[in-house]
């Protein structure tokens, strides 16, 4: 009885497909609240962001204003969707196309077409870590991007 070919490659992927689905698991669901207080503090770090741009390593005089506003926004929300894709999946588990995926989904792209988003977001990324750690001059203990918790 000869085994078909094609019937063994469906099979093969469809056990392949469930068995990525059990090891990936549910996320976990974000309650409403903990989103309202994820876009309360994306708001306050977008407003605490142009203090610390000096970190960025850039020079912010060539940039326009609306270029700024629309880089500061940017680098907001990438905190804000790496903070819920964390909170769903687990600590330090999003990558830059995960986070380009969920700013779609919350319609924050800021202009950026789908072919150099997933570079901003990377050079967005950069800049969080860099608000998240260091300060300012005159206190550099202090990171201008106090840790949510």
């Not at 204003?65 to 905190?79: G, I, N, P, S, T």
């Not at 988003?117 to 800049?127: E, G, I, S």
């Not at 750690?133 to 949510?148: A, I, L, V």
Request: glycine letters at 4%; one cysteine or more; a positive charge.
């Amino acid at each position: 009885m000869p085994i078909d070919e094609a019937k063994r490659r469906k099979r093969w992927l469809r056990n392949k497909r469930a068995e990525r689905a059990r090891k990936k698991g549910d996320p976990t669901p974000i309650s409403p609240m903990f989103r309202r207080r994820v876009m309360w503090a994306r708001d306050r770090r977008a407003k605490l962001a142009p203090a610390g741009a000096w970190t960025w390593k850039i020079d912010t005089v060539y940039l326009t204003d609306e270029k700024f506003k629309r880089a500061v926004e940017l680098v907001a929300d990438v905190w804000a969707a790496e903070t819920l894709y964390d909170a769903q999946w687990g600590k330090g588990t999003a990558t830059v196309a995960q986070i380009c995926r969920m700013l779609n989904e919350m319609d924050r792209t800021h202009g950026y077409s789908a072919a150099s988003l997933p570079k901003m977001v990377a050079q967005a990324r950069k800049r969080v870590i860099a608000l998240e750690t260091h300060g300012d001059r005159w206190s550099p203990d202090q990171p201008y991007w106090p840790p949510f918790v």
